[in-house]
């Protein structure tokens, strides 16, 4: 019975009450009684009735009087609300609808027509419900909608950020993990490799714009696809000047042998576009350094434009490294030779005096490798 209808029956009258009570709770309906208006209008506030039976004529406040509060209250505006009278059926419906009834029965109840009006209204207010219930969901479903649209485009806008210097895989991973504070101001040991066109200057100089831009997009191109099958993080892109990091912002086992295995197969894909662009008149070579060291990193930039970036020492030898190799060198410090393990083959080159480093730097040029592999990212 919890779950059957709720019918509030209202009438002065405690015979015409308990006739209409007796028959409704046969047929299966939860019945609730008020003998006046004030208490209708309360027990239809507390109890929430399914539909309403409600006499006519009550003292001191009419049936068309409780049918007016109860179509004040939004929420009862669709309740069924049948009046039952004995007066002048023609002049008392006109009353009754224009009060809010929806519905009229004269007394003497027609027992059989009284349940088959109350069936009819109450299935009508059911299918309400139901379409009022569907309606919550479906703005439930949209908010809940609006917010993973809202949610993803703000993770398409950090990925789209970020891999402007990680590989895409490393990207993901962040996005996924939904934690950007990797990326905060902190101090790593990393691997460092910087490369970039030799004779590019001289090339700019001289060359026509288009030439220039497609040499560079060529070279952005080739570059890019091998940093990102390697796991490279960019850290900075200038005209020809590349340098990408290993060991952050994801921590990576031998980032030296994973940086100089990125240096020789951009090696390997730089001779054939060399090659073809000194037949057409450049005179453009490639060479990389590498270096291994702590640096200070983190996001710089402002509002809408951030870029990830490496300080410190170990990061402006590798630079130093790429300007003194020549065309087809690959040179890497001793530090990041020594923890290579007899995994590359090299050519010593003593130690080198570079631009802004007080002492000599032991350096290496690489010839090829062993098999040797490099370890797995974390």
């Given at each position: 019975?919890?779950?059957?209808?709720?019918?509030?029956?209202?009438?002065?009258?405690?015979?015409?009450?308990?006739?209409?009570?007796?028959?409704?709770?046969?047929?299966?309906?939860?019945?609730?009684?008020?003998?006046?208006?004030?208490?209708?209008?309360?027990?239809?506030?507390?109890?929430?009735?399914?539909?309403?039976?409600?006499?006519?004529?009550?003292?001191?406040?009419?049936?068309?009087?409780?049918?007016?509060?109860?179509?004040?209250?939004?929420?009862?505006?669709?309740?069924?609300?049948?009046?039952?009278?004995?007066?002048?059926?023609?002049?008392?419906?006109?009353?009754?609808?224009?009060?809010?009834?929806?519905?009229?029965?004269?007394?003497?109840?027609?027992?059989?027509?009284?349940?088959?009006?109350?069936?009819?209204?109450?299935?009508?207010?059911?299918?309400?419900?139901?379409?009022?219930?569907?309606?919550?969901?479906?703005?439930?479903?949209?908010?809940?909608?609006?917010?993973?649209?809202?949610?993803?485009?703000a993770q398409l806008d950090r990925l789209s950020r970020l891999?402007?210097?990680?590989?895409?895989?490393?990207?993901?991973?962040?996005?996924?993990?939904?934690?950007?504070?990797?990326?905060?101001?902190?101090?790593?040991?990393?691997?460092?490799?910087?490369?970039?066109?030799?004779?590019?200057?001289?090339?700019?100089?001289?060359?026509?714009?288009?030439?220039?831009?497609?040499?560079?997009?060529?070279?952005?191109?080739?570059?890019?696809?091998?940093?990102?099958?390697?796991?490279?993080?960019?850290?900075?892109?200038?005209?020809?000047?590349?340098?990408?990091?290993?060991?952050?912002?994801?921590?990576?086992?031998?980032?030296?042998?994973?940086?100089?295995?990125?240096?020789?197969?951009?090696?390997?894909?730089?001779?054939?576009?060399?090659?073809?662009?000194?037949?057409?008149?450049?005179?453009?070579?490639?060479?990389?350094?590498?270096?291994?060291?702590?640096?200070?990193?983190?996001?710089?930039?402002?509002?809408?434009?951030?870029?990830?970036?490496?300080?410190?020492?170990?990061?402006?030898?590798?630079?130093?490294?790429?300007?003194?190799?020549?065309?087809?060198?690959?040179?890497?410090?001793?530090?990041a030779h020594a923890t290579l393990d007899g995994a590359i083959?090299?050519?010593?080159?003593?130690?080198?005096?570079?631009?802004?480093?007080?002492?000599?730097?032991?350096?290496?040029?690489?010839?090829?490798?062993?098999?040797?592999?490099?370890?797995?990212?974390?």
């Amino acid at each position: 019975m919890s779950g059957a209808e709720k019918i509030l029956v209202v009438d002065d009258t405690p015979m015409n009450v308990r006739v209409l009570e007796d028959l409704l709770t046969a047929k299966g309906y939860q019945v609730e009684t008020a003998s006046s208006g004030p208490e209708a209008l309360e027990k239809v506030a507390q109890w929430r009735p399914d539909m309403v039976l409600l006499d006519v004529v009550m003292p001191g406040m009419s049936g068309y009087e409780v049918c007016q509060q109860i179509r004040k209250d939004a929420a009862m505006r669709i309740l069924p609300v049948v009046m039952v009278t004995a007066l002048d059926p023609g002049e008392e419906r006109i009353k009754g609808l224009e009060a809010g009834a929806d519905d009229f029965l004269t007394k003497p109840v027609n027992q059989p027509e009284l349940v088959a009006r109350v069936r009819s209204l109450l299935r009508i207010k059911s299918l309400y419900d139901q379409v009022q219930a569907q309606a919550v969901k479906l703005s439930e479903w949209s908010a809940t909608l609006e917010t993973r649209i809202q949610e993803q485009v703000a993770q398409l806008d950090r990925l789209s950020r970020l891999r402007r210097f990680l590989s895409p895989q490393v990207a993901d991973l962040i996005v996924e993990a939904g934690d950007d504070s990797i990326l905060q101001s902190h101090r790593r040991e990393i691997a460092t490799l910087f490369c970039d066109l030799r004779g590019f200057t001289a090339f700019s100089e001289t060359g026509e714009p288009e030439e220039v831009m497609e040499v560079l997009q060529r070279y952005h191109e080739t570059m890019g696809r091998l940093i990102y099958e390697h796991d490279g993080a960019i850290d900075h892109r200038a005209g020809d000047g590349i340098m990408i990091i290993f060991n952050d912002p994801i921590p990576c086992d031998e980032p030296v042998l994973r940086a100089v295995r990125l240096a020789v197969a951009m090696r390997l894909a730089m001779h054939p576009l060399t090659e073809e662009w000194r037949k057409l008149g450049h005179d453009l070579g490639f060479g990389v350094g590498v270096s291994l060291g702590y640096a200070t990193l983190g996001m710089v930039g402002f509002e809408g434009r951030y870029d990830y970036t490496a300080n410190g020492s170990a990061v402006n030898l590798a630079a130093r490294l790429c300007d003194e190799a020549r065309d087809g060198q690959i040179l890497i410090s001793g530090r990041a030779h020594a923890t290579l393990d007899g995994a590359i083959e090299v050519e010593a080159l003593g130690s080198l005096e570079l631009k802004g480093f007080h002492r000599p730097i032991e350096t290496h040029s690489v010839v090829s490798f062993t098999d040797a592999e490099p370890g797995e990212c974390n």
